[in-house]
């Protein structure tokens, strides 16, 4: 049974940093690529970052991803977190390899709460 299971999050101030992990269960992270989004209080889901298929680490502005091969789970790091961060956070696998702007995830975790304080 195909299953991901977030951790990591809570309560930071702005201006500090977190990081994130994704474990998983039933496949194996390295085949395929993976999403990072946030779920903002009364705003879309949005996507925050992806790794590729074979990519070991990623970094998009504040945002940085990667993989630990031998445990089977996806990092994700925010730096210089401010108010407009706080959201759930979740992981996602990717129906295709490769990360592109339009892309389909087929299984989801249940996400962790960061609430980023003043």
């Known amino acids: 049974q195909v299953q991901l299971v977030e951790s990591g999050g809570g309560l930071v101030q702005t201006g500090g940093s977190l990081r994130l992990s994704c474990t998983a269960s039933?496949?194996?992270?390295?085949?395929?690529?993976i999403g990072w989004f946030r779920e903002g209080p009364g705003k879309e889901r949005e996507r925050v970052s992806c790794?590729?298929?074979g990519i070991q680490s990623t970094v998009k502005g504040r945002f940085a991803s990667s993989r630990d091969r031998p445990k089977n789970m996806v990092y994700l790091e925010v730096h210089n977190l401010n108010i407009e961060d706080t959201g759930v956070y979740l992981c996602a696998r990717a129906r295709t390899p490769i990360c592109r702007p339009e892309m389909e995830f087929d299984s989801w975790g249940q996400g962790t709460q960061v609430t980023v304080s003043s």
């Open positions: 039933g496949f194996t992270f390295d085949d395929y690529a």
């Open positions: 790794l590729t298929r």
